[in-house]
């Protein structure tokens, strides 16, 4: 993007940037569409509410419509930045906590204790109940790789593995604990994990508790190794780098890219000599946690059982953008940057892992993160930026608006609609709340019900280079084939779609 004249008029701008796009993905659809960029309006100082009847509209769109329910949701008049307003918006967490409809009955976990802070380090990793600490998991000789893993699991017996990311603090105990809870919700009210757009079931076979296995890697770094929560052996990365894939600092001179440590757990989770009955690795992350979902996602290694695996992707602050157009090219300050990786596939920043495959086929990156099973879940409410970097921007205002852009932008690559191993999620009343986006109907249903579409799908589904043709990719039907879309136009009870307050993560 050297060519990038920042004083040049915005259409030609677009122009160039949609060329620039062509170039680089020759395959992909041509037909990119100019967007107005929203920036500015979304940063104007409102803060109302918004309708409640709106965001339940969108929601239900989203089921047979997730481009238009995108596109809805990007025209909500109340996404105003909380922080270029320097006020927090209206929702109110106490409020929305008294909401609880569906899951008031189940006891909690609480977040376990933990010494140690997210600036100055961790002290130690604490006990959760119910899960244990595994520290014996060597991702090379002498290397461990320490995550929570549920207590007394039977191997032979999981068929289903959901493992979660931590957020921004590295808080791998406290979202380990999250995922516990919704667990329990599922677990508990049978009437929960609602595939269809009114929250109801659609009637698929309900999971067993100990079909599941729950995971949280803890992906710690240099200040935890100084205040003890890293032991001799473990790895440890820098800063947040674990969410793009770079190279670890530790233990010793081990530089170990934190996606290869998650094709080891999945080639572990795969291995029918370890776990037999599995069929399904769900990696769920939000926020911070989700960028690594996300960008995992775009980066990962092809693998023979990836059709069964599926990304939960929960307001993520930022994106690895698949194309080298953005909704809002706007800042000068980063025009020459704004589509590196971790924002885009370009640039000299990608991890080792990915750097080859990306520079010698750009496009079988983007197909194979077409055909993999993905799920954006986006709070209708969050509108905070997460990402406050110059290339986050170029995505969007915020949360939301990032989210919806990026929805379309697949569906731009794919031709028109998202693939069909692709779904959007839109939760009315939800901020950037971690538990109330995983513990809401549909996403029990994707976190612990779900067949991956991909896995069941057709095999063409399956083949990766079938995926992003522009012309043979367009969805014949309206919208995708999963069981959350058999959802016709019906009620939703006001007030029955709530909100949960456990905590606010910070990207
Ligand atoms: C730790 O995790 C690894 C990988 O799943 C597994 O092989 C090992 O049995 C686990 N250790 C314990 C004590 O469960
Ligand atoms: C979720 O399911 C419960 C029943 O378990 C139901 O009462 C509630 O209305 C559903 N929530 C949504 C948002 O559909
Ligand atoms: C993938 O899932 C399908 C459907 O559940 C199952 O038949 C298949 O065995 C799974 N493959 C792997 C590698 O687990
Ligand atoms: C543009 O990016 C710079 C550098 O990140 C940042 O300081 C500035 O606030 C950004 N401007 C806008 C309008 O976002
Ligand atoms: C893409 O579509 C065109 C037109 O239908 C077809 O000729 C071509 O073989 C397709 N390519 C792939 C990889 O499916
Ligand atoms: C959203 O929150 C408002 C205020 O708490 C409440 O009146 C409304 O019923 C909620 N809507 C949904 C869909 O939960």
């Not at 419509?65 to 307003?85: E, K, S």
């Not at 290397?143 to 207590?151: I, N």
């Not at 020459?336 to 971790?342: I, R």
């Not at 109907?441 to 589904?461: D, H, K, M």
Request: net charge negative; with cysteine.
């Amino acid at each position: 993007m050297k060519t990038f004249d920042p004083s040049s008029s915005s259409s030609a701008l677009v122009l160039g940037l949609v060329a620039a796009s062509l170039a680089s993905i020759p395959s992909a659809n041509a037909d990119i569409t100019q967007r107005p960029s929203n920036l500015h309006r979304r940063q104007a100082a409102s803060r109302a509410r918004g309708n409640t009847a709106d965001q339940i509209a969108i929601y239900q769109q989203a089921f047979t419509d997730p481009v238009g329910a995108a596109q809805a949701a990007n025209a909500l008049p109340f996404i105003a930045n909380q922080f270029a307003t320097g006020s927090l918006p209206e929702y109110n967490l106490a409020e929305d906590a008294a909401q609880l409809p569906w899951n008031t009955n189940v006891p909690f976990v609480p977040e376990a204790a933990v010494d140690g802070s997210d600036a100055g380090g961790w002290q130690a990793l604490p006990t959760i109940d119910g899960m244990t600490l595994n520290r014996t998991f060597a991702v090379r000789p002498g290397v461990t790789m320490p995550f929570y893993q549920s207590s007394g699991y039977d191997s032979n017996r999981v068929k289903r593995a959901v493992m979660i990311m931590p957020g921004k603090p590295r808080d791998c105990w406290k979202y380990t604990s999250l995922v516990q809870n919704a667990l329990e919700v599922y677990i508990t009210n049978p009437a929960s994990a609602g595939s269809n757009a009114d929250g109801s079931s659609s009637g698929g076979e309900r999971t067993s508790k100990d079909d599941v296995l729950i995971l949280g890697p803890c992906w710690m770094n240099t200040n935890d190794r100084e205040a003890g929560a890293i032991q001799d052996g473990e790895l440890y990365w820098y800063r947040g780098q674990w969410q793009s894939g770079m190279a670890s600092r530790g233990p010793g001179d081990t530089a170990l890219s934190s996606y290869q440590v998650m094709d080891s757990f999945m080639d572990t989770l795969f291995d029918k000599s370890q776990f037999p009955a599995l069929e399904t690795v769900v990696v769920a992350g939000h926020s911070l946690g989700a960028q690594m979902a996300q960008r995992y996602a775009v980066a990962k290694q092809p693998a023979s059982y990836d059709t069964n695996i599926s990304f939960w992707i929960g307001n993520p602050g930022s994106y690895a953008w698949l194309s080298p157009s953005r909704p809002n090219q706007n800042n000068a300050s980063c025009a020459d940057e704004y589509d590196d990786w971790p924002h885009g596939l370009s640039g000299t920043g990608l991890p080792p892992y990915a750097r080859e495959r990306v520079r010698d086929d750009k496009q079988q990156i983007v197909n194979a993160f077409l055909s993999r099973n993905v799920h954006y879940s986006l709070g209708l409410l969050d509108n905070g930026r997460g990402d406050t970097s110059c290339p986050g921007s170029y995505q969007g205002a915020n949360h939301l608006e990032r989210g919806a852009h990026f929805v379309e932008a697949v569906a731009d690559l794919a031709g028109g609609r998202l693939p069909r191993t692709h779904s959007a999620n839109f939760m009315p009343n939800v901020s950037h709340n971690d538990y109330s986006m995983l513990s809401y109907n549909i996403s029990l249903f994707r976190l612990f019900e779900e067949t991956p579409v991909g896995a069941v799908g057709s095999s063409s589904n399956m083949n990766g280079g079938a995926r992003g043709n522009s012309t043979t990719n367009a969805q014949g039907n309206s919208g995708n084939t999963s069981p959350a879309s058999s959802y016709k136009a019906g009620g939703l009870a006001a007030g029955a779609v709530a909100a949960l307050a456990f905590g606010m993560s910070l990207l």
